[in-house]
């Protein structure tokens, strides 16, 4: 199965909070797990990405948690801030074919 | 550099009608794709190409038809537009070809309405 489910749907976090978006895949040949960050009126643009190697990848505040024998991956936003309010999609691809998340719409109150 | 171009931004279509939703890159990038984003469904890929003069079907290619004559033009046809068409579509392009393809560079995107 190449499907990926995404939750939260939506996601309201106070500034300096931290955002937590979970993804789950089916098929244990996905070989690379980035996410997309879309602001209104853009196109995504890759935000951080890891392979199923690593357990972890940290880059600034954003960081991907990845459980290998779960089949899980999560985003991790740190001090979240009005300017990351925006719709992230996490994806999982084989054979250079992205499959996409549903998407998760965060929110970032001042 | 402009990187991923795409044009119309906006279009309104009746019923039946046929349209070439235009995109180009100037990256020098092999591939290059289409995705569909609707609510609540993230993005579905169309069609994609890993090189001039090869191309093939995405998740849900039904009703469009690409063709990819020069590495930076990767045009998408809609051949009788119907109302499930109604969509926000982009065009994404990559250095990479498969498997990797490890960065997609993603235009703004054309939202199309079929009335």
């Known amino acids: 199965q190449q499907q990926v489910k995404q939750s939260p749907q939506s996601l309201i976090v106070q500034k300096g909070g931290i955002s937590i978006i979970n993804c789950a895949y089916e098929?244990?040949?996905?070989?690379?797990f980035p996410w997309y960050q879309q602001f209104p009126g853009k196109g995504p643009a890759l935000l951080i990405a890891?392979?199923?190697?690593?357990s972890e990848k940290k880059e600034g505040r954003f960081t991907i948690s990845f459980n290998k024998s779960a089949k899980q991956f999560s985003l991790h936003i740190m001090d979240s801030q009005p300017g990351d309010s925006a719709t992230y999609f996490c994806?999982?691809?084989?054979?250079?074919?992205?499959?996409f998340g549903q998407g998760t719409i965060l929110t970032v109150h001042p | 550099n402009a990187g991923v171009t795409q044009t119309p931004k906006f279009q309104v279509l009746k019923t039946g009608q046929s349209m070439t939703l235009q995109c180009a890159q100037d990256?020098?990038?092999?591939?290059m794709s289409w995705y569909r984003q609707d609510p609540g469904m993230g993005l579905r890929l169309i069609h994609y190409?890993?090189?001039?003069?090869?191309?093939d079907q995405g998740e849900v290619p039904n009703g469009y038809n690409v063709s990819r004559s020069t590495t930076e033009d990767f045009p998408l046809r809609l051949l009788s537009a119907a109302p499930s068409q109604t969509s926000v579509y982009f065009c994404?392009?990559?250095?990479?070809?498969?498997?990797?393809?490890?960065?997609?560079?993603f235009g703004s995107g054309t939202q199309l309405s079929v009335l």
């Open positions: 994404a392009s990559s250095y990479d070809r498969a498997p990797t393809n490890e960065k997609l560079f």
């Open positions: 890891i392979r199923p190697d690593v």
């Open positions: 990256m020098n990038h092999e591939y």
């Open positions: 994806a999982a691809s084989i054979y250079g074919k992205l499959t």
């Open positions: 190409s890993v090189g001039a003069g090869i191309t």
């Open positions: 098929n244990t040949a996905f070989d690379y």
